[in-house]
Nanobody, 130 residues
Framework: QVQLVESGGGLVQAGDSLTLSCAAS????????MGWFRQAPGKEREFVAG???????????DYADSVKGRFTIWRDNAKNAVYLRMNSLKPEDTAVYYC????????????????????WGQGTQVTVSS
């Protein structure tokens, strides 16, 4: 199982930006589907962004409709890390953000469901004030 540690969260104002980092150890992220999920108090954990393998050394990026156009996910295999750039933050983005990983399968992942991911970080708090 890969170990994941998130960082980069904080308190920001609406419209500001943050970049979250997820550092991995024990395994290489290049061989894993990676996802960012978030959970607000009293709500279910929801998918935010994910990246999976599309062939060769290429990786895809997928986003929840609520963050599409504002958030960007990418990998840095040399650093064994995955990142989430969050622009134009809104109060609705306030949540604990979690990095998650699951070993790549024989076919491209079509959905990112929290229950399908076996490795999780401890989470990093993002708070957006209005």
């Amino acid at each position: 199982q890969v170990q994941l540690v998130e960082s980069g969260g904080g308190l920001v104002q609406a419209g500001d930006s943050l970049t979250l980092s997820c550092a991995a150890s024990g395994r290489t992220v290049s061989s894993y589907d990676m996802g960012w999920f978030r959970q607000a108090p009293g709500k279910e954990r929801e998918f935010v962004a994910g990246t999976t393998w599309s062939g060769g050394s290429l990786y895809t990026a997928d986003y929840a409709d609520s963050v599409k156009g504002r958030f960007t996910i990418w990998r840095d295999n040399a650093k064994n890390a995955v990142y989430l750039r969050m622009n134009s933050l809104k109060p609705e983005d306030t949540a604990v953000y979690y990095c998650a990983a699951e070993r790549l399968g024989g076919a491209r992942r079509k959905t990112f469901v929290a229950a399908d991911f076996g490795s999780w970080g401890q989470g990093t708090q993002v708070t957006v004030s209005s």
